[in-house]
C-alpha cells in the first residue's frame, strides 16, 4: 500500500469539497494534504492515528486535521474478513485555510483559532451533537451551503469538548519521500500487533540498521519503538475489558504481551489505573463517555 501526498480536487463550483464513504473498511493510507480536514464516523471502529496520536475511534468520532498533518484510520481487524457484514462510513469536509482570507474579521476570532490549533488534531468528544448539522450540509448548495459551512465551524470552535491529539504542532512530520517508509512500518506492526513484533526484522525490511531505524522511528512518532508499541497494544486492551467476556490474563496474551505482570506495569503507566480499576470505572459510566480512554 503506497502511501502519497494526496491532490484533492475542489469542484469549480465550490470553495471546499463534501465526500461520503461508504467501504468495506476504510483504505486510505498514511497521507497528508494542503487541506484542513473535519472527519466524522457515521460507522466503523478501529485505530486512528493524527500526527504522533494512535487512539480508538468509534461511531460519532469527529476530529479537525490541519494541513499537512499526516493522519489515517485502521478499521478493526473484523472488517478485513470476507464474511463482514459491517460497513466503514464517514463524513469528509476538506477545504484550504485561504477560504477565511480576512484574519482581522472579530467575527471570526474564535474560528480563526480553532483552525490554528487544528495544527495538531483536535477531536470534539461530543461528535454525535453535530451530525445533523454536517448531513444538512452535504445536502445544501450555493451560499447557503457556504454559511451553514461557517455556523458549523463557530459552533466547533465553542465547543468546550476539545482535545488536542498530536504532542507536537509540526504540520509535516512525515515528508512524502519517506511516507512509504512509515506506512510499511505501520503495516507491520498492525500484522504482529498481537504477537512478536521484532525491530531487527523491520529494520531490516526498510533497509536501515536498528539504530538509524530507532533514531528515524522516534522523531516521526515521538515516542521509541517499544513504547509505540505497547500504546497500540493497551489500546487494543482497553477496548477488549470494556467490550468482551475474555479475562485480564486473556486480554493480556491475546493482545501480546507475553507476561502478565508486565501488562499490568504498561497498563498502569499508559493509563493511570490497572486493568481491574479501568474495567470497573468503565461499568460505572456510559460507554460514550470513556470510548478513547
Known amino acids: 500500500m503506497k502511501a502519497i501526498k494526496e491532490s484533492i480536487i475542489h469542484a469549480h463550483h465550490q470553495s471546499f469539497s463534501t465526500t461520503e464513504y461508504k467501504e468495506n473498511y476504510f483504505d486510505s493510507p498514511w497521507h497528508f494534504h494542503e487541506e484542513i480536514e473535519l472527519t466524522y464516523i457515521k460507522s466503523g471502529y478501529g485505530t486512528r492515528f493524527v500526527g504522533t496520536s494512535a487512539e480508538l475511534f468509534n461511531v460519532g468520532d469527529l476530529v479537525l486535521i490541519g494541513a499537512k498533518v499526516p493522519h489515517y484510520w485502521r478499521c478493526n481487524h473484523d472488517f478485513y474478513k470476507e464474511e463482514n457484514s459491517i460497513k466503514a462510513h464517514s463524513l469528509v469536509i476538506q477545504f484550504k485555510k485561504e477560504l477565511f482570507f480576512n484574519h482581522e474579521l472579530p467575527e471570526m476570532k474564535s474560528i480563526y483559532l480553532l483552525l490554528k490549533k487544528s495544527a495538531s488534531g483536535i477531536q470534539f468528544s461530543n461528535g454525535k451533537d453535530y451530525v445533523n448539522q454536517i448531513e444538512l450540509l452535504f445536502q445544501k448548495r450555493g451560499l447557503d451551503r457556504l454559511i451553514s459551512f461557517y455556523s458549523l465551524l463557530e459552533s466547533l470552535s465553542m465547543d468546550k469538548n476539545q482535545k488536542l491529539l498530536s504532542t507536537t504542532q509540526e504540520s509535516q512530520l512525515y515528508q512524502a519521500k519517506d511516507s512509504e517508509t512509515f506506512q510499511k512500518i505501520l503495516n507491520y506492526i ?104
Open 190 to 293: 498492525f500484522n504482529n500487533i498481537n504477537h512478536e513484533v521484532s525491530i531487527g526484522k523491520i529494520a531490516k525490511e526498510v533497509h536501515m540498521s536498528v539504530p538509524y531505524f530507532c533514531r528515524y522511528f522516534k522523531k516521526r512518532t515521538k515516542k521509541t519503538f517499544t513504547q509505540y508499541v505497547n500504546n497500540l497494544r493497551i489500546v487494543n486492551a482497553s477496548r477488549l475489558l470494556r467490550e468482551s467476556d475474555l479475562t485480564i490474563s486473556q486480554i493480556a496474551f491475546d493482545t501480546g504481551f507475553n507476561s502478565l505482570s508486565y501488562f499490568n506495569r504498561q497498563f498502569k503507566k499508559i493509563k493511570g489505573v490497572n486493568p481491574r480499576t479501568y474495567m470497573d470505572l468503565y461499568t460505572q459510566k456510559e460507554p460514550a463517555e470513556i470510548k478513547n480512554s
